[in-house]
Structure formats: C-alpha cells, structure tokens
C-alpha cells in the first residue's frame, strides 16, 4: 500500500465552498428576475421599495417637478437600499437642481 504523502508548502488544495448565508435572496428571486420587461417602459408595477410601489413613487417625484434624469437617479438609488427621502436629497446634491415644488423646505420655520 502506497501512503499519501501532504501537500507541498505553498499548494492550497481545491476546497468546496459553501454558498453565504450574508446575502439572502428574496422569496420571489433577485429584483432584475422581479421585473418584467412589459411595453410600460423601463419601470415596472412590480417593484416594491420601504416608501410604497415604484410607479406611485414615480408619479409623486413628477408632480413634484423632478425630471426623467433625476427620476431614474432617484430610482437607481432605491434599489441600492437608499431611504427615498435620502436619495431625493443626494440627487438634488449631484445634479445642482432642486424641484420648485419639492418638500424639502417642509419643516423649516
């Protein structure tokens, strides 16, 4: 019977990782199988943020005077797991641009 001899210094043998349990995937999958590519456009029904569902969202940012660029900076950032009250703020920050009806002089005496 021949004897296996250990791994030379400096060999790493081949280990069999277990998948994390940091990151859980949703019940429904990852949110790019969530969203379906339907002929309302690039947003869909479907998605579903702390604030409420991204269409009512969308709708309250374009009556508050937001544009498409900052809408979509907006939504980006929802789905990075930004609060939208924060994410309204850091997009106002980057684009120089506030909206003229937005909420963020409520508050101030």
């Given at each position: 019977m021949m004897e296996e001899?250990?791994?030379a210094r400096?060999?790493?043998?081949?280990r069999s990782r277990q998948?994390?349990?940091?990151?859980l995937t949703p019940p429904d999958g990852p949110p790019s199988a969530r969203r379906t590519s339907s002929t309302r456009g690039p947003w869909s029904a479907t998605e579903l943020f702390a604030e409420g569902?991204?269409?009512a969202i969308r709708v309250a940012l374009e009556q508050e005077g937001w544009s498409?660029?900052?809408?979509?900076?907006?939504?980006?950032h929802l789905r990075q797991g930004w609060?939208?009250?924060m994410a309204k703020r850091n997009v106002a920050a980057?684009?120089?641009?506030?909206?003229l009806r937005s909420r963020s002089a409520e508050g101030r005496g």
């Open positions: 001899s250990p791994p400096g060999i790493t043998m081949a998948p994390s349990d940091r990151f569902q991204w269409q498409a660029s900052q809408i979509e900076r907006v939504h980006d609060p939208l009250s980057l684009t120089r641009q506030c909206p």
